[in-house]
């Protein structure tokens, strides 16, 4: 577990724009098997988190459609909801950072750890807005 004054400005990063931070499983579960699309980020302290998946989901937030909601969970903090969240993603192995899009519950479109690291914030967002341009 990172200390939480650590992590903060990591959490607020995405918070800022609107993404909802999520504890635990209920949360998570209610998020997602809500009707209509929702956006789950598994949030982390690496590096690719920081330089790629951050902002990439900073920028497709300007998007003109986005998900109906837009969740987080912070990987190592937020252990009841990460494992909730990954549960949901089956068959997808646990990553993080990862990001994923659901509608109506079922999971429509995924980005792992190994889709992020080493790509520009631009493509990933770019991948983003183009999940957005289809499902939401």
């Known amino acids: 577990m990172y200390p939480e004054d650590i992590i903060a400005p990591m959490r607020a990063d995405l918070s800022q724009v609107g993404v909802i931070e999520t504890r635990t499983k209920e949360e998570v579960e209610s998020n997602i098997k809500a009707e209509g699309t929702t ?23 300007q998007h003109s459609k986005l998900p109906s909601r837009m969740i987080t969970a912070f990987a190592g903090n937020d252990v009841e ?53 289809e499902y939401c």
Not at 82 to 95: D, G, L, Q
Not at 116 to 133: P, S, Y
């Open 39 to 61: 956006l789950v980020v598994i949030n982390s302290v690496c590096g690719c988190a920081a330089a790629n998946a951050r902002p990439a989901i900073k920028m497709a937030s």
């Open 81 to 133: 909801a990460v494992n909730t969240a990954r549960a949901m993603m089956a068959p997808f192995p646990p990553s993080s950072p990862s990001i994923a899009l659901f509608k109506d519950g079922n999971l429509v479109h995924m980005i792992e750890r190994h889709h992020i690291e080493g790509r520009a914030a631009e493509a990933i967002a770019d991948n983003i807005k183009m999940a957005f341009d």
